[in-house]
């Protein structure tokens, strides 16, 4: 069956191709700055955003994060941790940055985003534990920043997606700190790529198959196939105790059909859950919400999720 790709996935398209061409992570990383570039905007006049270092989970090791104030926000307010994708291989505080800053204008509230350790230099646990790490600091003190700790929210893209399933098993596991809601987008949720989606979208423009299966190579290295949940939260045995979930999935993405069967386990584990299906939207479409109205308002459906979830919606 052939689904036809939405207009506003045009520009991404153009842009992604010198990524599918890339041989090695170096070159990799060289293309997706430059299909970064493309849907990049500065973020309002009016809205404070500041780099800084948090305590990282080895001694000595700090991890840079960047947090966005919005112009009007509750005192306290909520706050919004964001994991950027890029196959736990590439992106950075500065790839993410519009995804980020708008998620702030947004939901109103303050989001903190986290520049995790990346493979293949850093392969797993290291970028989960990295973003745990993040979430015990603001939780720890957040109240010294303005950030109300009773509500604190995981939203991630891609690889990111993963990472805030994983981090909400282990705060779970590790008896806090309580996150409110999670978002999981276009998320890569297991190593064993078999599902029919991968199949039918192999060749997708937006993620194919093959770089897909480099990604986790990169990740996992010899631990392939994982059976360890917080690498591959899809294998999870018990996805019951974890706070409200948006799935947010394109219909033209390998991983599409991940995300349906991780909302159908979190439903049939008792978790609030939410599915949503972009329909003609490629992976990365959330980046195109600048281009056109549907992808906008695409973008606008997790923020409302949000908002609602940590009590500004």
């Known amino acids: 069956m052939v689904t036809e790709v939405h207009p506003e996935m045009t520009v991404l398209v153009e842009a992604k191709k010198a990524l599918h061409e890339a041989a090695t992570v170096d070159a990799q990383r060289q293309a997706f700055a430059r299909y970064i570039a493309v849907t990049q905007r500065p973020y309002p006049a009016d809205m404070q955003v500041e780099d800084l270092i948090f305590p990282g989970p080895e001694s000595g090791q700090g991890i840079p994060v960047r ?5 009007v926000a509750p005192v306290p307010s909520p706050v919004v941790l964001y994991f950027h994708g890029g196959g736990f291989t590439l992106g ?5 940055d519009t995804q980020a800053w708008g998620i702030a204008q947004q939901t109103g509230v303050h989001v903190i985003s986290v520049n995790y350790r990346l493979a293949p ?3 797993f646990p290291a970028a989960p534990e990295d973003v745990f790490a ?15 700790t009773d509500r604190i929210g995981t939203w991630g893209d891609s690889a990111g997606g993963c990472l805030s399933a ?4 282990m705060t779970r596991d590790r008896q806090g700190p309580s996150v409110s809601a999670q978002v999981v987008h276009t998320a890569c949720l297991t190593d064993e790529l078999g599902s029919a989606s991968y199949f039918e979208h192999a060749h997708s423009p937006g993620l194919d198959g093959a770089s897909m299966d480099g990604y986790w190579d990169n990740y996992l290295g010899d631990r392939r196939p ?4 917080y690498a591959t939260p899809l294998k999870a045995k018990d996805l019951s105790g974890l706070p409200p979930a948006l799935v947010h999935i394109a219909q033209i993405d390998p991983l599409a059909d991940d995300g349906r069967r991780y909302a159908q386990r979190l439903e049939k584990a ?3 859950t939410r599915l949503r299906v972009a329909q003609g939207m490629i992976h990365g479409f959330l ?12 973008f606008d459906i997790p923020c409302r999720f949000m908002a609602e979830k940590l009590g500004v919606g």
């Open 67 to 71: 947090w966005y104030r919005p112009a």
């Open 92 to 96: 950075d505080l500065d790839s993410s």
């Open 121 to 123: 230099q850093h392969p």
């Open 134 to 148: 993040v979430l015990k600091h603001v939780a720890a003190t957040g109240a010294s920043m303005g950030i109300d």
């Open 166 to 169: 994983a981090v909400c098993l």
């Open 226 to 229: 994982s059976q360890e949940d």
């Open 270 to 272: 008792g978790v609030e």
């Open 287 to 298: 980046r195109a919400r600048h281009i056109g109205p549907v992808s906008a308002a695409e």
